[in-house]
T-cell receptor, first 111, second 113 residues
């Protein structure tokens, strides 16, 4: 039973355009959500987070939106750059501070 | 500031053997967690340690065990290795407060043959 789902295994966008990565969750007890980026042969790197009391959080080119009623969050990257090409994981924080991860979306930004 | 470091980077073991993976937490962090990432999947929570005691565990059998030392370094031990244990094992450290993000090491790639 996947509690955090990323239904798009891959996404390709042109440099300079917007990248939108989506994530759905089923557990209404999750109250904090994070996005991590992972390059090959490296561990996941924290990107941005959002608390369930907010619906938007911005950090430079990265914005995360949370729709609690739909149990959906998305990560927007504007403008996309070739260096953004990586696997992006959505994660939700549950009890005992354990993170539940989605299966990831491979983003490719084409020059 | 030193990040999370893991050793070894790669390891090959035979089914039935035992393995120990090591992790040094980021400076100042007091909590360490271990995750297993199988190919094509997201990381799965194994367990977390705080003050040298396990304070959370995912859906992994008892043959997965761990230790946290006073200097906040940590070990993951896996007994009676199975082929399905082949995966990337990630260590992450953080502060104990609720919303402090986890900082991950680069992982140990374990192959069980």
């Amino acid at each position: 039973d996947q509690q955090v789902k990323q239904n798009s295994p891959s996404l390709s966008v042109q440099e300079g355009r917007i990248s939108i990565l989506n994530c759905d969750y089923t557990n209404s007890m999750f109250d904090y959500f994070l996005w991590y980026k992972k390059y090959p042969a490296e561990g996941p790197t924290f990107l941005i987070s959002i608390s369930s009391i907010k619906d938007k959080n911005e950090d430079g080119r990265f914005t995360v939106f949370l729709n609690k009623s739909a149990k959906h969050l998305s990560l927007h990257i504007v403008p996309s750059q070739p260096g953004d090409s990586a696997v992006y994981f959505c994660a939700a924080l549950g009890s005992a501070r354990q993170l539940t991860f989605g299966s990831g979306t491979q983003l490719t930004v084409l020059p | 500031e030193t990040g999370v470091t893991q050793s070894p980077t790669h390891l090959i073991k035979t089914r039935g053997q035992q393995v120990t993976l090591r992790c040094s937490s980021q400076s100042g962090h007091n909590t360490v967690s271990w995750y297993q990432q199988a190919l094509g999947q997201g990381p799965q929570f194994i367990f977390q340690y705080y003050r040298e005691e396990e304070n959370g565990r995912g859906n992994f059998p008892p043959r997965f065990s761990g230790l946290q030392f006073p200097n906040y370094s940590s070990e993951l031990n896996v007994n009676a290795l199975e082929l399905d244990d082949s995966a990337l094992y990630l260590c992450a450290s953080s502060f104990i407060d609720n919303n402090s993000p986890l900082h991950f090491g680069n992982g140990t790639r374990l192959t069980v043959t």
